[in-house]
Structures are given as structure tokens and as C-alpha cells.
């Protein structure tokens, strides 16, 4: 299937192929959360970002990768993105991983609690962790980088297209999201760097940079 980063509730996932890796998207819930599963080419290992909600459908999402489960994380504390955990958790034993600064406010406890700077394995693959405090205090955001040089970053509700992540009128909340998503996104990585959001389409860091100004003025 190409890849067009939109997907419907219960539809087919998305596929975009690397040469180190697949990721595939599936949109499972009326809120049109998205479950992302990152599978690695050479060893079949397999990564789960956000069981957000109907557990069938992500345990095909991951029967559709033909690998191993070896993880799932969350990518922040809210309700709608964690559905799912605790049965896809029981099922497959595979290793649970959220930020630190959310992992109390989780129903499965995580395995390992995640601190900006850390790493995520899976395979041979790697993701680094960058933490964007605002949207929830422990909100992560997972960068791979794929050896053909393109960058992709699975953002939760912290980076939508059009905007960063809901900060329900906190102007300080808001502030330092927009200041993290600045400095440990856009001050990083290109802008071919491809945004993979926690609801709804993709986006890239080069289509949303012109507007970062707008964000700032409007406080939202």
C-alpha cells in the first residue's frame, strides 16, 4: 500500500517502507487515535506506539508486521492513547515504556520509564527519546532515523499539523511546549523530518515551520 498518512478507524493500515524498517499506521478508535508499529527488517523485531483503543485491531496490526512484539509505549498519561495497554500487554508480555514524569497516571505500570536523551532499541534499530513537556508533564516524542538519512518522529499530542498539542488554556503549559517543540524538534532535525501525530494525517517539520510564529501569537 503507498503510504498517505491517512487512515480510517478499522481500515487497513498504512504502510510506509524504509530499507531498515516498515512502519505501519492504523487509525483505532472514533477519535481516530493512531497505533503506530514500527517493525525491523533484519531481525522482525517489532515496536507498538500507543495502544490507544480496540484491542483486536492492533493485535492484527501486530500479526500484520510477522514479528515479535518486544515493546509498547505510551506516548503520554491521557485515557484515549492507553485503551488498549493492558490487554495487549497481557497478551504478548511485551516490555511497556512511557515517560517518567506520566508513568504513575498509567494503568499498566511501565517497565521502563523514559527520560529525555534515552534510547529506544528494537532490533537493530534505534529511536531516541525527546521529551516535550506541556501537553502532559511526561509527554515523549520517538525519532527514528533510518539509514537512508530520512528522519521520523512519533509525536503523541505534542505536534499536529497546524499546531502543537492542546495546552487546555494553560499559558504556561503552552509555553513550554512550544518552546520544547522549537528547541527538540524544529532546532534538530530537517525538514524532511516526517511528523507522525497521535490523531489523524502526517505532516513534516518543513511544512509546519513557516507557521511556528502564528502558533506563538494566537497562544494555542
Not at 73 to 78: A, E, F, I, P, S
Not at 167 to 177: I, Y
Not at 200 to 214: I, S, V
Request: one cysteine or more; charged letters at 25%.
Amino acid at each position: 500500500m503507498v503510504y498517505n498518512g491517512e487512515v480510517t478507524a478499522g481500515g487497513p493500515a498504512d504502510v510506509r517502507e524504509l530499507p531498515d524498517a516498515v512502519i505501519r499506521k492504523a487509525s483505532v478508535s472514533p477519535q481516530d487515535n493512531n497505533a503506530y508499529l514500527i517493525t525491523c527488517r533484519r531481525t522482525g523485531d517489532q515496536l507498538l506506539i500507543d495502544a490507544a483503543d480496540d484491542a483486536d485491531r492492533v493485535r492484527a496490526l501486530i500479526g500484520e508486521g510477522g514479528g515479535p512484539l518486544r515493546g509498547i509505549v505510551t506516548t503520554h498519561q491521557h485515557w484515549d492513547h492507553h485503551r488498549a495497554l493492558a490487554e495487549i500487554a497481557g497478551v504478548t508480555k511485551a516490555a511497556t515504556l512511557a515517560g517518567e514524569d506520566d508513568a504513575e497516571a498509567l494503568p499498566v505500570q511501565p517497565d521502563v520509564r523514559l527520560r529525555h536523551g534515552d534510547a529506544v532499541a528494537v532490533g537493530e534499530l534505534t529511536l531516541d527519546v525527546v521529551h516535550l513537556r506541556g501537553h502532559t508533564p511526561g509527554s515523549v516524542t520517538l525519532v527514528l532515523t533510518s539509514s537512508d538519512g530520512s528522519v521520523h518522529a512519533f509525536t503523541g499530542d505534542s505536534l499536529f499539523p497546524g499546531g502543537v498539542g492542546n495546552t487546555f488554556d494553560d499559558k504556561e503549559n503552552f509555553a513550554s511546549l512550544l518552546a520544547d517543540v522549537e528547541e527538540r524538534l524544529f532546532g534538530v532535525y530537517p525538514d524532511e523530518t516526517w511528523i507522525y501525530p497521535g490523531h489523524g494525517k502526517d505532516t513534516t517539520l518543513g511544512a509546519e515551520r513557516p507557521n511556528l510564529p502564528e502558533w506563538r501569537e494566537r497562544g494555542w
